[in-house]
């Protein structure tokens, strides 16, 4: 018999999820993790950063309070007051993620996990045998091999700068850039963005990519589109980004947001025969079967869709199939996500692009300053879209940048996976006065997109 029914390699969001249910099911588990119990999503990624970008919004509600008749008056921002607390809730959740795998059953390795064979795995030293393994160490940022790349920060670094920079560059416009450039920006700092594309966020819907990169300028972001970093150098105290086109920016801080890798060094995948692809990410069939059919892989080291409910889902799904008599996968279709800038982006299906390539389509578009900004006077506009198929009505995709976002699309995800029609939509009734009614009141089709019609 061998140590354990299932072994799992990294304490992530996946990783918790599938050890915890299968530990459950009457499973004998094993779990390793050499770092932070609930991986990047709690430590150094989706829940800290979203303290950050609170944090950024602050400033600017107190300002906008006055429109409201409020007498505010704010005093500047005390960086490290934000990432103690910050340091305290985080220590609480990792406790949280430790007393939940204690509950299960699931036996807990603090340590390091490699293969030695492909049921045997070298776990801090000790020699450990498992009938399956599940893989998920998930992923870490990448930077640029640039001159003078070891003077920047990675996304990591950010969540312990001992103070807040006042000057920064950040290269990339991805959803990580896009969203510390709100937080920088929003702390007072002056802030460039890098990015080698016309538009950021790219991927995602051009309307919603275009009226971001105005949102960005308008909360004072310095774009820098086309253009790409070609040396650091330290500069009296700080350091001089040089880009492409010759401008030198003085900065004390070079952000590289360029980009993340699956976490696979040190694993000896090798030993155990899985393949990996040409990025170091595992490959997986439907079922997170890897090229060896007892070990598993999920979660942002497959590098398919790498967010943390789809690696919550994933580990979820695996357990019931492998020992709940429950067998079932994980669709990566309409799948809701959003991204944290300011104001926030959210969206779910098919971008314009995307469903125009498929066939004809026609597209609602509202734009309108939200309601609070009619007495604040700050100049941001809230835009909504919905994409919907000309033969069967159906709603392929739904967009929106403008505060609420996450929380409105939340719902209209629902109805996306459900096959709502526009009709659906018309026909159920708003929420006065909210933004989330123009979702429903949009009648006016603003354009007909097609593969042989372009957009019109």
């Known amino acids: 018999m061998m140590d354990f029914d299932l072994f799992v390699i990294g304490g992530g969001s996946a990783g918790v999820r599938c050890a915890r249910i299968a530990a459950g099911h009457g499973a004998r588990v094993g779990v390793a993790e050499s770092r932070f119990w609930g991986g990047t999503c709690v430590n150094i990624g989706c829940v800290p950063k979203k303290f950050l970008v609170m944090a950024a919004e602050y400033g600017a509600a107190a300002e906008d309070a006055r429109g409201f008749g409020w007498d505010v008056e704010t005093k500047g921002h005390d960086w490290s007051a934000l990432i103690a607390a910050k340091d305290k809730e985080i220590a609480r959740l990792n406790g949280i993620y430790r007393r939940l795998l204690d509950n299960s059953g699931a036996k807990i390795f603090d340590a390091k996990a490699s293969f030695i064979d492909a049921h045997t795995l070298d776990v801090g030293g000790q020699r450990i045998t498992a009938e399956r393994i599940v893989i998920a160490t998930g992923g870490h940022p990448t930077g640029l091999g640039i001159p003078g790349a070891e003077h920047a920060i990675v996304s990591d670094d950010a969540f312990y700068l001992p103070e807040r920079p006042k000057r920064v560059a950040i290269v990339g416009s991805g959803y990580i850039a896009v969203e510390f450039a709100g937080v920088f920006a929003g702390l007072g700092a002056e802030t460039h963005l890098i990015y080698r594309q016309p538009l950021p966020l790219r991927g995602f819907d051009g309307d919603i990519r275009a009226a971001l990169a105005g949102t960005l300028a308008g909360n004072g972001v310095t774009l820098h589109p086309e253009t790409l970093p070609t040396a650091i150098a330290l500069q009296g105290g700080g350091k001089q980004l040089t880009l492409n086109n010759g401008t030198k920016l003085d900065v004390d801080l070079v952000f590289f947001a360029t980009g993340r890798a699956a976490n696979t060094k040190g694993l000896n995948l090798e030993a155990a025969g899985v393949r990996t692809g040409a990025r170091g990410e595992i490959l997986v069939d439907t079922a997170f079967r890897t090229s060896i059919p007892h070990i598993y892989a999920l979660g942002d080291v497959t590098d398919r869709l790498n967010l943390t409910p789809v690696a919550t889902a994933e580990g979820h799904a695996l357990a019931d199939t492998l020992f709940g008599n429950r067998p079932?996968?994980?669709?990566?279709?309409?799948?809701?996500?959003?991204?944290?800038?300011?104001?926030?982006?959210?969206?779910?299906?098919?971008?314009?692009?995307?469903?125009?390539?498929?066939?004809?389509?026609?597209?609602?578009?509202?734009?309108?300053?939200?309601?609070?900004?009619?007495?604040?006077?700050?100049?941001?506009?809230?835009?909504?879209?919905?994409?919907?198929?000309?033969?069967?009505?159906?709603?392929?995709?739904?967009?929106?940048?403008?505060?609420?976002?996450?929380?409105?699309?939340?719902?209209?995800?629902?109805?996306?996976?459900?096959?709502?029609?526009?009709?659906?939509?018309?026909?159920?009734?708003?929420?006065?006065?909210?933004?989330?009614?123009?979702?429903?009141?949009?009648?006016?089709?603003?354009?007909?997109?097609?593969?042989?019609?372009?957009?019109?």
């Not at 033969?391 to 709502?420: C, F, R, S, W, Y």
């Not at 939509?425 to 042989?452: K, L, Y």
């Open 328 to 456: 079932r996968g994980v669709s990566l279709e309409n799948v809701p996500t959003a991204v944290f800038s300011i104001p926030p982006i959210a969206t779910v299906g098919l971008t314009e692009e995307e469903a125009a390539k498929r066939g004809e389509v026609t597209i609602f578009l509202s734009r309108f300053t939200p309601m609070r900004h009619t007495l604040t006077g700050r100049e941001r506009k809230t835009l909504m879209k919905l994409v919907v198929d000309k033969a069967t009505n159906k709603v392929l995709g739904a967009h929106m940048l403008g505060e609420d976002a996450p929380e409105i699309m939340q719902g209209i995800g629902i109805a996306i996976t459900a096959g709502a029609t526009k009709a659906d939509f018309d026909r159920t009734i708003g929420i006065h006065p909210t933004a989330a009614e123009e979702f429903v009141t949009m009648r006016t089709q603003t354009r007909v997109a097609g593969p042989d019609l372009g957009t019109k």
